[in-house]
T-cell receptor
Framework: AQSVAQPEDQVNVAEGNPLTVKCTYSVSGNPYLFWYVQYPNRGLQFLLKYITGDNLVKGSYGFEAEFNKSQTSFHLKKPSALVSDSALYFCAVRDGSGTYKYIFGTGTRLKVLA | DSGVTQTPKHLITATGQRVTLRCSPRSGDLSVYWYQQSLDQGLQFLIQYYNGEERAKGNILERFSAQQFPDLHSELNLSSLELGDSALYFC?????????????FGPGTRLTVL
């Protein structure tokens, strides 16, 4: 069965410092991996995805994520955090073998401190 | 603005009642997904429709049902409501049913069951 784990409920980082939000996954086929962000009282917004190709994926608002097949990880990164990046971040996985189910992680709250 | 609309924004009802949540996908999107977001359960995938047909089922209770109409809007029906059904319900849409498509989320309907 496919699953996704976000091991940290909250990540605190100082403004201007690099940030990492962790995600690991388990699927039976090739994974389709996604990151979404949710601001207070809003729906989720798509940030980036990995389908195939380069392991480093670049997305919106300066975010990027690195796909690591051997470690089954897809960590979200940004070189320099902004206070406005403070939000709830969700990793999601979809099994590339044909099931249409999307599985979301439990979310990681990112707090960027001024 | 994602282009996905959901009505109503807020809904307050009593236990045992039945409600209908409505979703209009982005123009051109054929796939609609429903999610439930609660504080203790995170974001739970409920069900997916593609061009009027059910495509995937997640943790959807038997008291809940959904459908997608010929004009592609979708409705989620929740019946015999319980206190534990209080949550944010999100609708999302994507162009196709395939695994490599990102989803666009609506602003959500906040359901409160008293």
């Amino acid at each position: 069965a496919q699953s996704v784990a976000q091991p940290e409920d909250q990540v605190n980082v100082a403004e201007g410092n690099p940030l990492t939000v962790k995600c690991t996954y388990s699927v039976s086929g090739n994974p389709y991996l996604f990151w979404y962000v949710q601001y207070p009282n809003r729906g989720l917004q798509f940030l980036l995805k990995y389908i195939t190709g380069d392991n480093l994926v670049k997305g919106s608002y300066g975010f990027e994520a690195e796909f690591n097949k051997s470690q089954t990880s897809f960590h979200l990164k940004k070189p320099s955090a902004l206070v406005s990046d403070s939000a709830l971040y969700f990793c999601a996985v979809r099994d590339g073998s044909g099931t249409y189910k999307y599985i979301f992680g439990t979310g990681t709250r990112l707090k960027v401190l001024a | 603005d994602s282009g996905v609309t959901q009505t109503p924004k807020h809904l307050i009802t009593a236990t045992g009642q039945r409600v209908t949540l409505r979703c209009s996908p982005r123009s051109g999107d054929l796939s609609v997904y429903w999610y439930q977001q609660s504080l203790d359960q995170g974001l739970q995938f409920l069900i997916q429709y593609y061009n009027g047909e059910e495509r995937a089922k997640g943790n959807i209770l038997e008291r809940f049902s959904a459908q997608q109409f010929p004009d592609l809007h979708s409705e989620l029906n929740l019946s015999s409501l319980e206190l534990g059904d209080s949550a944010l319900y999100f609708c999302a849409s994507s162009v196709l049913q395939g695994g490599n498509n990102e989803q666009f989320f609506g602003p959500g309907t906040r359901l409160t069951v008293l």
